[in-house]
């Protein structure tokens, strides 16, 4: 009951416009080893408890901290911490994670999230069972959700089939998603993110990238499409016409900005000389703009446990981000990510630097001492606040 009480108490968002919301990119692609594409290591996708082992077998830099989630969502590892003890990992697709992240999106005034559905594992039971579970946890807490389309995994050299894929899965999986109260709309139409135009365009051609826009463009129920394109998505205007005539035809452009920039000096050039042009180009074009902004990433272990891991500037990095964002007044903003360890861009719960596995095989970092685990968030949290006062 009081559990009940608690979120009862905080007003739900409104989940019939997009438009000043601050929202995150939703991965729920982790699994217990065994359990299909695990995205911890990639042995444990065949069942191996992840630890130490090959170069590039661990896919993440940074540790989460897994003192908040259920004991029955967690599954130990052969990784030992400072303490002596195994460390967790969490499965993403148990309600209790679920409903953990919900409620510090409800704590941290995180209005919700943008799920990520992959193409080629849309028959994946896992992430099937994962929508209902967002759908049950948003309407406890009051949050919204959409499904963002991760198009990446999609080529034009073996295309056939893969628009009536999409639209299948949309109208047979995602529709009826649609009727939740706590479903993203826009002018009456259901939010879906198509991500990947033109971000990789040897891979996937404008032409095939036409054929997706305008068959989901068309689909039943009719939804409000939000584009997510490379981050210097405006010069293709003159070097790639035939990807630009397809951002045009959107709701929302949405950057991808990950790798754009990697310290404040970077960031504030791209602010001033790449997102402010940008800007005024969609709202001269009469679309949305909502640039995505994160609180760093590294990618070390991923890439065999060479080089150096990423750097986070003591949360300064993302703190003049979410400035901007003020300055801006974007459509919505979008962070990237909610829980994306392979790529280090998470904002929840992360050990600090004294806590992670001190081994050096492969070796992680962690955020600040003297940090609470869910920093990151609660940083958005207080700039979320201010950023919906705007509207």
Same mark, same amino acid.
């Given at each position: 009951?009081?559990?009940?009480?608690?979120?009862?108490?905080?007003?739900?968002?409104?989940?019939?416009?997009?438009?000043?919301?601050?929202?995150?990119?939703?991965?729920?692609?982790?699994?217990?080893?065994?359990?299909?594409?695990?995205?911890?290591?990639?042995?444990?996708?065949?069942?191996?408890?992840?630890?130490?082992?090959?170069?590039?077998?661990?896919?993440?830099?940074?540790?989460?901290?897994?003192?908040?989630?259920?004991?029955?969502?967690?599954?130990?590892?052969?990784?030992?911490?400072?303490?002596?003890?195994?460390?967790?990992?969490?499965?993403?697709?148990?309600?209790?994670?679920?409903?953990?992240?919900?409620?510090?999106?409800?704590?941290?005034?995180?209005?919700?999230?943008?799920?990520?559905?992959?193409?080629?594992?849309? &028959?994946?039971?896992?992430?099937?069972?994962?929508?209902?579970?967002?759908?049950?946890?948003?309407?406890?807490?009051?949050?919204?959700?959409?499904?963002?389309?991760?198009? &990446?995994?999609? &080529? &034009?050299?073996?295309?056939?089939?893969?628009?009536?894929?999409?639209?299948?899965?949309?109208?047979?999986?995602?529709?009826?998603?649609?009727?939740?109260?706590?479903?993203?709309?826009?002018?009456?139409?259901?939010?879906?993110?198509?991500?990947?135009?033109?971000?990789?365009?040897?891979?996937?051609?404008?032409?095939?990238?036409?054929?997706?826009?305008?068959?989901?463009?068309?689909?039943? %129920?009719? %939804?409000?499409?939000?584009?997510?394109?490379?981050?210097?998505?405006?010069?293709?205007?003159?070097?790639?016409?035939?990807?630009?005539?397809?951002?045009?035809?959107?709701?929302?452009?949405?950057?991808?900005?990950?790798?754009?920039?990697?310290?404040?000096?970077?960031?504030?050039?791209?602010?001033?000389?790449?997102?402010?042009?940008?800007?005024?180009?969609?709202?001269?074009?009469?679309?949305?703009?909502? %640039?995505?902004?994160?609180?760093?990433?590294?990618?070390?272990?991923?890439?065999?446990?060479?080089?150096?891991?990423?750097?986070?500037?003591?949360?300064?990095?993302?703190?003049?981000?979410?400035?901007?964002?003020?300055?801006?007044?974007?459509?919505?903003?979008?962070?990237?990510?909610?829980?994306?360890? %392979?790529?280090?861009?998470?904002?929840?719960?992360?050990?600090?630097?004294?806590?992670?596995?001190?081994?050096?095989?492969?070796?992680?970092?962690?955020?600040?001492?003297?940090?609470?685990?869910?920093?990151?968030?609660?940083?958005?949290?207080?700039?979320?606040?201010?950023?919906?006062?705007?509207?």
């Amino acid at each position: 009951m009081l559990a009940e009480a608690v979120t009862s108490s905080i007003s739900a968002v409104d989940a019939s416009t997009l438009q000043g919301k601050f929202l995150y990119g939703y991965q729920g692609f982790f699994r217990k080893p065994g359990n299909g594409n695990i995205h911890w290591t990639l042995s444990g996708s065949g069942g191996t408890t992840p630890g130490p082992s090959s170069p590039g077998d661990v896919q993440f830099d940074m540790f989460p901290a897994v003192e908040q989630y259920p004991q029955e969502c967690l599954f130990p590892t052969n990784f030992i911490l400072p303490s002596g003890s195994r460390a967790s990992l969490f499965e993403s697709n148990c309600t209790g994670v679920v409903d953990t992240h919900f409620r510090w999106m409800q704590e941290n005034s995180i209005d919700g999230i943008l799920v990520q559905r992959f193409y080629g594992q849309f &028959s994946d039971a896992s992430f099937l069972q994962l929508l209902q579970q967002i759908r049950t946890a948003a309407e406890k807490y009051g949050r919204g959700f959409a499904v963002e389309y991760d198009l &990446s995994g999609v &080529s &034009s050299a073996n295309f056939n089939g893969v628009v009536s894929e999409i639209v299948n899965d949309y109208t047979t999986n995602i529709a009826p998603l649609i009727s939740s109260p706590s479903y993203l709309h826009h002018q009456g139409r259901p939010v879906l993110e198509l991500w990947g135009f033109g971000i990789n365009k040897p891979q996937l051609k404008a032409a095939d990238c036409a054929s997706i826009f305008h068959a989901l463009r068309s689909a039943n %129920p009719n %939804p409000y499409v939000v584009l997510g394109v490379q981050w210097d998505w405006a010069n293709d205007r003159t070097n790639n016409p035939d990807y630009f005539n397809i951002y045009a035809q959107a709701d929302v452009i949405q950057p991808w900005t990950v790798g754009a920039y990697n310290d404040i000096p970077s960031y504030e050039e791209k602010y001033q000389n790449t997102f402010v042009p940008d800007k005024a180009l969609t709202d001269q074009l009469r679309l949305k703009y909502a %640039p995505s902004i994160f609180a760093g990433s590294s990618d070390r272990n991923r890439q065999g446990g060479t080089g150096v891991f990423g750097n986070r500037y003591n949360g300064t990095f993302y703190e003049a981000q979410l400035k901007r964002q003020l300055d801006m007044k974007p459509f919505f903003v979008f962070g990237a990510m909610f829980d994306e360890f %392979p790529e280090s861009t998470q904002v929840i719960a992360t050990l600090t630097a004294s806590e992670v596995p001190p081994a050096s095989n492969p070796g992680f970092y962690g955020i600040d001492e003297g940090m609470d685990h869910n920093y990151y968030l609660q940083l958005a949290g207080r700039y979320a606040v201010r950023y919906h006062q705007l509207f």
